[in-house]
């Protein structure tokens, strides 16, 4: 990155964690990120990478420029409440990763018409593999826009979506679609489990195609994926029938009601949290 600011993460758990390690694999100075958690046990895993760490909010809000929101959506408002309080964030450019919570509702929580930036990650970052959709208002400055997109362009891929409402869009396509692909793969596994195949057999095959066709479907890119598919498909072989199943059995269909499913739940949570 061209330029690093202070980074307090408020909430130390899954997303936290591939971002931050994300960052610091990616070469980002430790010394410019701080993880806070409500409770100690989480945070031995930020101590080990170098960064600074703290149960007090407080205090990493004190230590940055830069504060990102990633409680749980049900305890955002009592959190960020407690920080409005302590009267240090109106310097300060947050960042939402929070499924369902709109940057006018975090704005209330906060008490000030801070600049949020609302962010969709998701755990790839991990590996530098992550996607994430970013939203921001008229309230945000560009530079604080280039920043943000920096800070997730090193851990993956971003994408900035004009309205906020199509960060629910995000997150079913990418936030919560790594869990789509464990989900299948899983299925996978058992049934070549169900085969025969011992643990490790069954794990080497479903991981390595799997890898396989993500790692061909990132080398074609000027090719559409039902092409790829065509690829596999041998007239009336064995992928050709596996494949009609699955189109007999609505997988498109399926598919589409599960990203809709996502998109309703986030709509949901705009209005209870
Ligand atoms: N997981 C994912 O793939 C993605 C998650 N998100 C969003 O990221 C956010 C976090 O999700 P995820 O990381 O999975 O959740 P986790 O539960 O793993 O992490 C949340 C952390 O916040 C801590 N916490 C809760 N309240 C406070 C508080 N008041 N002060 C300090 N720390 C607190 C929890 O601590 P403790 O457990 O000790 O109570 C926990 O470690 C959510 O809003 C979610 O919508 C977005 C995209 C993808
Ligand atoms: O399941 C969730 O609500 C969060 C948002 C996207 C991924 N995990």
New binding site residues.
């Given amino acids: 990155m061209k330029k690093t600011k202070k980074i307090t993460f408020?909430?130390?758990?899954?997303?936290?964690?591939?971002i931050i390690k994300g960052l610091v694999n990616a070469g980002y100075p430790a010394s410019e990120i701080m993880a806070?958690?409500?409770?100690a046990?989480?945070l031995a895993f930020f101590s080990q990478l170098g960064i600074n760490t703290s149960?007090d909010?407080d205090q990493g809000v004190a230590f940055a420029d830069v504060v990102v929101?990633?409680?749980?959506?049900q305890?955002?408002q009592?959190?960020c409440e407690?920080l409005a309080q302590h009267g240090k964030c109106t310097d300060k450019v947050f960042v939402?990763?929070?499924?369902?919570?709109t940057v006018a509702r975090l704005q209330a929580f906060l008490g000030c018409p801070c600049p949020v930036i609302r962010?969709?990650?998701?755990?790839p970052s991990l590996i530098g593999r992550g996607v994430s959709g970013l939203y921001a208002n008229d309230d945000v400055s560009d530079s604080d826009k280039t920043f943000v997109a920096e800070m997730m362009n090193a851990v993956g891929t971003t994408i900035w979506v004009p309205e906020e409402s199509q960060i629910n869009g995000v997150?079913a396509a990418a936030?919560?679609s790594?869990?789509y692909f464990f989900l299948f793969l899983e299925a996978m596994e058992q049934e070549a489990l169900n085969m025969g195949f011992d643990k490790n057999a069954a794990r080497a095959m479903v991981e390595n195609a799997m890898l396989g066709a993500a790692e061909m479907v990132c080398h074609n890119s000027d090719l559409e994926l039902s092409e790829l598919r065509a690829q596999v498909t041998s007239k009336g072989g064995t992928t050709a029938k596996a494949i009609e199943h699955f189109q007999q059995q609505g997988l498109s269909e399926l598919v589409q009601n599960a990203m809709r499913a996502a998109v309703t739940r986030a709509q949901e949570m705009e209005k209870t949290f």
């Fill in positions: 408020i909430g130390a758990g899954n997303m936290a964690r591939s806070c958690n409500r409770t046990e989480k149960t909010n929101l990633a409680v749980k959506p305890f955002m009592a959190m407690s939402s990763i929070a499924a369902g919570l962010v969709m990650p998701n755990t997150i936030g919560s790594p869990a």
